[in-house]
């Protein structure tokens, strides 16, 4: 038989760390040496990550690009799948396979002042962006995070944005709609931060997060004069074979596990913010 | 390619011998056969098998057969599956896991077992609509699905031109029939006496040439001509071939609230549709509790599952599920392949229990009067 794409490989769990209560990051590596060598991916592509007997989930890559034989997957479980991965420990083997989409305009970012916006509980994909930066931090000009929460409970990484706040040319904004004694930051909606933030012509946009909040971003920079085209977002859809083919993700005319996850403002206009789409 | 033999004759009892070839090459040979009042594709050993004298009468939610008393074996349209289901199954395994004492975990590719199938009976309609599906399945931007290429590749296709229309055919309107024109090994045009028979490939020539035919003469290709432009006739039609604009313009047209009130959301369509090609995976463990298998099944966009993501359905009701089947056959499908993913076949018409009519449906679509364009 010929290539079989939909046939996952076999990882060893190296270890688990609990980001949180729900969230955790499973540190990954081919068995397969042949494969552990030769496997690169991009920040915001995504692995499919199979759990014996039970299925298969779409996870994003958080580790950086430039050590691919240790890959970070930052999970968190919600559903059947997730649940079950959330059981295993070290040593531990599961199915993998990837990457697969197109990941952040890393490239195009180079010299340029980078925002990145993130709301609820779907950060993972964004701190691939900012620990990407923050690597090769000379590369880029101003650094802005945006963060919104529900609760102030919600922020992972806590001890993570800390440090990024006093990292130089960085700026980090932080919004929880409702605050609590441990919240020193903006209580209310992250949209409400966009006026304490200075935005340069020449700011690349990427966010990702639940797409009411992205359309009222998306909405403040356009009013911002930020181009369409500087303005990045990451798409989540029903994924199951990564290799558009099954129809799940479908988004108009684009297949979300090849022509996205992440795509410009421009390329999903049309139909961004379309109910039922 | 190849070029076609000058068109031959094939008498009636003659067809058995083809049959006959195709057999002794090794070809599962699949053709059309009386099951439970429906003629479906299934193997076939003689021309015995074939529905003599059978015609299919179709309209919006009706199929029904009626004899009328010739000797023809190819008086029916359109059968409610396509190649499809050939090519593209129901449900297969697309790999296996096992778990050995250690515990360690191993994946597997199913066992290989490709077979030699041929199909006699094919439709110009079917074939467009393999078009598609090699197009989606086999594209050069992804890597082609190794189940898929290898079926295509032992696959055998006698086509057979349309000599009457169901009155949900619309192929012409969307030019993709009544005439097969290219994607077959073989094609044939059924007259009184025989049939006038074509190859498409150098394949196609193999089987014909030891039958030794003798070239059809122009009496024989004056009533193929005339059976075949019966089938032109066709009672429905798409109102453009490319509705992509129309279509997207009409996202809030009443018109799907008023289709929403009579789908079933049953995806009888998309199951008999030759171009969907929507499927969902599944893990199938197994009792012995060492081993599972990833299964894939045929999907549909009008379940709930399909648009299902940690906790939110996006197409949460029927209007937006039918507005998503729609969009994507006359208008993304652009985007994609360049083309509508309707070939006019008509299933979607006949099998849909509610009766629904997409050519009634989309000409309603396409009058904006009194809409808002909000796009």
């Given at each position: 038989m010929m290539h079989n794409p939909h046939r996952p490989h076999r990882a060893r769990i190296v270890e688990r760390i609990q980001e949180s209560s729900t969230v955790f990051t499973l540190r990954l590596e081919f068995i397969d040496p042949e494969l552990r060598n030769s496997y690169h991916f991009a920040p915001g592509q995504f692995n499919m990550v199979y759990l014996y007997g039970v299925g298969e989930v779409a996870i994003s890559i958080v580790s950086d690009p430039k050590s691919p034989r240790l890959l970070d997957h930052a999970i968190r479980t919600v559903g059947r799948v997730t649940?079950?991965?959330?059981?295993?420990?070290?040593?531990?083997?599961?199915?993998?396979?990837?990457?697969?989409?197109?990941?952040?305009?890393?490239?195009?970012?180079?010299?340029?002042?980078?925002?990145?916006?993130?709301?609820?509980?779907?950060?993972?994909?964004?701190?691939?962006?900012?620990?990407?930066?923050?690597?090769?931090?000379?590369?880029?000009?101003?650094?802005?995070?945006?963060?919104?929460?529900?609760?102030?409970?919600?922020?992972?990484?806590?001890?993570?944005?800390?440090?990024?706040?006093?990292?130089?040319?960085?700026?980090?904004?932080?919004?929880?709609?409702?605050?609590?004694?441990?919240?020193?930051?903006?209580?209310?909606?992250?949209?409400?931060?966009?006026?304490?933030?200075?935005?340069?012509?020449?700011?690349?946009?990427?966010?990702?997060?639940?797409?009411?909040?992205?359309?009222?971003?998306?909405?403040?920079?356009?009013?911002?004069?930020?181009?369409?085209?500087?303005?990045?977002?990451?798409?989540?859809r029903n994924m199951q074979c990564a290799l558009s083919q099954c129809g799940h993700c479908q988004y108009g005319a684009d297949f979300v596990c090849r022509d996205g996850p992440v795509f410009s403002f421009d390329q999903i206009k049309p139909l961004f913010g379309r109910k039922g789409f | 390619m190849t070029q076609p033999l000058s068109p031959q004759f094939l008498p009636r009892d003659q067809l058995q011998r083809l049959l006959d070839g195709l057999h002794q090459a090794g070809h599962k040979t699949y053709g059309p056969q009386l099951c439970d009042g429906a003629i479906v594709y299934a193997p076939l050993n003689t021309v015995e098998e074939l529905p003599q004298g059978v015609e299919d009468h179709h309209a919006p939610g009706s199929y029904r057969l009626k004899e009328n008393g010739s000797q023809r074996w190819f008086d029916w349209v359109s059968t409610p599956q396509g190649i499809k289901p050939l090519l593209f199954k129901p449900r297969e395994i697309l790999w296996r896991a096992t778990r050995d004492a250690t515990g360690a975990i191993h994946f597997?590719?199913?066992?290989?077992s490709t077979e030699k199938v041929a199909i006699i009976g094919a439709r110009a309609c079917d074939l467009a609509a393999l078009a598609l599906q090699d197009r989606?399945?086999?594209?050069?931007?992804?890597?082609?699905?190794?189940?898929?290429?290898?079926?295509?590749?032992?696959?055998?296709?006698?086509?057979?031109?349309?000599?009457?229309?169901?009155?949900?055919?619309?192929?012409?309107?969307?030019?993709?029939?009544?005439?097969?024109?290219?994607?077959?090994?073989?094609?044939?045009?059924?007259?009184?006496?025989?049939?006038?028979?074509?190859?498409?490939?150098?394949?196609?020539?193999?089987?014909?040439?030891?039958?030794?035919?003798?070239?059809?003469?122009?009496?024989?290709?004056?009533?193929?001509?005339?059976?075949?432009?019966?089938?032109?006739?066709?009672?429905?039609?798409?109102?453009?071939?490319?509705?992509?604009?129309?279509?997207?313009?009409?996202?809030?047209?009443?018109?799907?609230?008023?289709?929403?009130?009579?789908?079933?959301?049953?995806?009888?369509?998309t199951a008999v549709c030759p171009s969907c090609f929507c499927y969902s995976e599944q893990a199938a463990p197994q009792l012995d509790g060492n081993s599972t298998e990833q299964l894939r099944e045929w999907d549909s966009c009008f379940t709930q599952g399909h648009s299902y993501m940690h906790g939110i359905t996006l197409r949460n009701d029927t209007r937006l599920r039918y507005r998503q089947w729609l969009t994507h056959k006359f208008a993304s499908w652009h985007d994609q392949q360049g083309r509508s993913g309707c070939t006019g076949c008509g299933r979607c018409i006949s099998w849909c229990p509610a009766g629904i009519d997409i050519i009634e449906e989309l000409t309603i679509l396409s009058d904006n009067r009194g809409v808002a364009d909000d796009a």
């Amino acid at each position: 038989m010929m290539h079989n794409p939909h046939r996952p490989h076999r990882a060893r769990i190296v270890e688990r760390i609990q980001e949180s209560s729900t969230v955790f990051t499973l540190r990954l590596e081919f068995i397969d040496p042949e494969l552990r060598n030769s496997y690169h991916f991009a920040p915001g592509q995504f692995n499919m990550v199979y759990l014996y007997g039970v299925g298969e989930v779409a996870i994003s890559i958080v580790s950086d690009p430039k050590s691919p034989r240790l890959l970070d997957h930052a999970i968190r479980t919600v559903g059947r799948v997730t649940h079950g991965i959330s059981q295993l420990k070290a040593n531990d083997i599961i199915g993998l396979r990837g990457p697969y989409g197109r990941g952040w305009p890393m490239v195009e970012a180079e010299g340029r002042d980078v925002l990145v916006i993130t709301g609820g509980l779907g950060c993972a994909p964004v701190v691939s962006v900012i620990n990407y930066i923050n690597q090769r931090r000379e590369q880029f000009g101003k650094l802005t995070i945006l963060q919104g929460v529900k609760l102030p409970k919600d922020l992972i990484w806590r001890d993570r944005f800390e440090q990024w706040i006093k990292t130089p040319n960085t700026e980090v904004f932080l919004a929880a709609d409702k605050g609590d004694p441990t919240w020193p930051w903006h209580v209310g909606r992250v949209v409400e931060l966009f006026d304490q933030m200075q935005l340069s012509d020449n700011t690349i946009v990427m966010m990702c997060g639940p797409e009411g909040m992205m359309q009222a971003c998306v909405h403040e920079l356009l009013l911002r004069d930020i181009k369409e085209r500087s303005i990045y977002l990451s798409m989540e859809r029903n994924m199951q074979c990564a290799l558009s083919q099954c129809g799940h993700c479908q988004y108009g005319a684009d297949f979300v596990c090849r022509d996205g996850p992440v795509f410009s403002f421009d390329q999903i206009k049309p139909l961004f913010g379309r109910k039922g789409f | 390619m190849t070029q076609p033999l000058s068109p031959q004759f094939l008498p009636r009892d003659q067809l058995q011998r083809l049959l006959d070839g195709l057999h002794q090459a090794g070809h599962k040979t699949y053709g059309p056969q009386l099951c439970d009042g429906a003629i479906v594709y299934a193997p076939l050993n003689t021309v015995e098998e074939l529905p003599q004298g059978v015609e299919d009468h179709h309209a919006p939610g009706s199929y029904r057969l009626k004899e009328n008393g010739s000797q023809r074996w190819f008086d029916w349209v359109s059968t409610p599956q396509g190649i499809k289901p050939l090519l593209f199954k129901p449900r297969e395994i697309l790999w296996r896991a096992t778990r050995d004492a250690t515990g360690a975990i191993h994946f597997k590719n199913p066992e290989n077992s490709t077979e030699k199938v041929a199909i006699i009976g094919a439709r110009a309609c079917d074939l467009a609509a393999l078009a598609l599906q090699d197009r989606h399945f086999l594209s050069i931007e992804q890597t082609p699905d190794p189940f898929y290429a290898e079926r295509r590749r032992h696959l055998f296709i006698i086509a057979i031109n349309c000599t009457r229309a169901a009155d949900t055919c619309f192929c012409v309107s969307c030019g993709d029939g009544p005439k097969c024109e290219h994607g077959f090994d073989i094609a044939m045009t059924e007259i009184e006496h025989g049939f006038i028979i074509v190859s498409g490939s150098l394949q196609g020539k193999q089987f014909i040439k030891p039958l030794a035919l003798n070239s059809a003469d122009p009496a024989q290709l004056d009533e193929a001509a005339q059976r075949e432009a019966n089938a032109t006739q066709q009672q429905r039609a798409v109102p453009s071939q490319n509705m992509r604009e129309t279509l997207f313009n009409a996202l809030d047209h009443p018109q799907w609230d008023d289709i929403a009130s009579r789908c079933l959301s049953c995806g009888n369509c998309t199951a008999v549709c030759p171009s969907c090609f929507c499927y969902s995976e599944q893990a199938a463990p197994q009792l012995d509790g060492n081993s599972t298998e990833q299964l894939r099944e045929w999907d549909s966009c009008f379940t709930q599952g399909h648009s299902y993501m940690h906790g939110i359905t996006l197409r949460n009701d029927t209007r937006l599920r039918y507005r998503q089947w729609l969009t994507h056959k006359f208008a993304s499908w652009h985007d994609q392949q360049g083309r509508s993913g309707c070939t006019g076949c008509g299933r979607c018409i006949s099998w849909c229990p509610a009766g629904i009519d997409i050519i009634e449906e989309l000409t309603i679509l396409s009058d904006n009067r009194g809409v808002a364009d909000d796009a």
